[in-house]
């Protein structure tokens, strides 16, 4: 099937390796700004808002994260780019592993921050589509309200995460719970990555647990684990210092320094 990518919204910091971070679900590019100063020396920054997000566009058709992954590789193209470190937040994180078995030529290195390579459970599949019934039903608020405690202890950070999601259409937010639904297990195409890649973990994440960074690893030919102590699901933003230091390390093994 021909994917019919879009052009998404991109904001773009420093030059050298171009580095593009993937921001999760329902957020946007802003999570990532935490970081922009830490980095922006050491790698050109790359920061798009996936389809439907922030200021891309709203068309949600066919949304898989197939698809989202093809809008990634049509930003390279467009950005005059072969091969790029990508690094994946949560449901950004899907993104990149299926960009990564999609178009393994163009990856220099790979981030997987809070994120899993596992499909849903059967359980996790029934609770999405829950979820996306009662946004339905009830609109942004039911996620924008009920979501940032899940995702972070600070309440400075809760209150920048429901403003975001509280900009994101019912439309979108359905499209995007079904295409994680449905999205396959990366489990079985890690052996075959061929460039460096970390997985960052928050220590206190409560929706995707540590073991899942440690069992991703296992999989890879060259990898590990950064962990990071007093961080929950949005680590960018809970301890901008050492997610920075820990994408400093990939672009390091990226680039064979
Ligand atoms: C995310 O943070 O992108 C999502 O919560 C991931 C998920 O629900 O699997």
Same mark, same amino acid.
């Given at each position: 099937m021909e994917l019919k990518t879009v052009d998404l919204a991109v904001e773009e910091h420093g030059e050298g390796t171009p580095l593009v971070l993937i921001h999760g679900f329902p957020l946007n590019r802003h999570i990532w700004h935490p970081i922009?100063? $830490?980095?922006?020396?050491?790698?050109?920054? &790359? &920061?798009? +808002? $996936?389809?439907?997000? *922030? #200021?891309?566009?709203? #068309?949600? /058709? /066919?949304?898989?994260m197939r698809l989202l992954a093809a809008d990634i590789s049509g930003l390279l193209d467009r950005l005059k780019i072969e091969k790029a470190i990508l690094a994946g937040?949560?449901? *950004? *994180?899907? %993104? =990149? $592993? #299926?960009?990564?078995? @999609?178009?393994?030529?163009?990856?220099?290195?790979? @981030? $997987? %921050? @809070?994120?899993? =390579? +596992? #499909? /849903?459970s059967p359980e996790r599949r029934q609770a999405r589509l829950i979820t996306a019934r009662e946004v339905r039903s009830r609109g942004i608020r039911y996620i924008a309200d009920g979501m940032p405690p899940k995702l972070t202890t600070n309440v400075e950070i809760q209150k920048q995460l429901n403003q975001m999601i509280s900009t994101c259409s019912v439309p979108v937010v359905v499209a995007a719970l079904k295409a994680m639904a449905d999205r396959s297990d990366a489990n079985i195409w890690l052996p075959e990555i061929q460039v460096p890649v970390l997985a960052i973990a928050g220590l206190n994440d409560q929706l995707i647990p540590v073991e899942k960074s440690h069992s991703m690893i296992k999989l890879v030919n060259k990898g590990w684990v950064f962990e990071i102590p007093e961080a929950g699901h949005v680590p960018m933003m809970e301890n901008p210092q050492k997610t920075a230091e820990a994408l400093y390390q990939l672009i390091c093994a990226a680039n064979g320094c």
């Open positions: 922009v100063p $830490l980095l922006k020396n050491k790698a050109r920054l &790359i &920061i798009p +808002d $996936l389809r439907g997000f *922030g #200021e891309s566009p709203q #068309e949600v /058709d /066919d949304y898989s937040h949560s449901m *950004g *994180g899907y %993104v =990149a $592993l #299926e960009f990564a078995h @999609a178009y393994p030529h163009r990856l220099k290195g790979l @981030a $997987l %921050v @809070a994120s899993q =390579a +596992d #499909e /849903d």
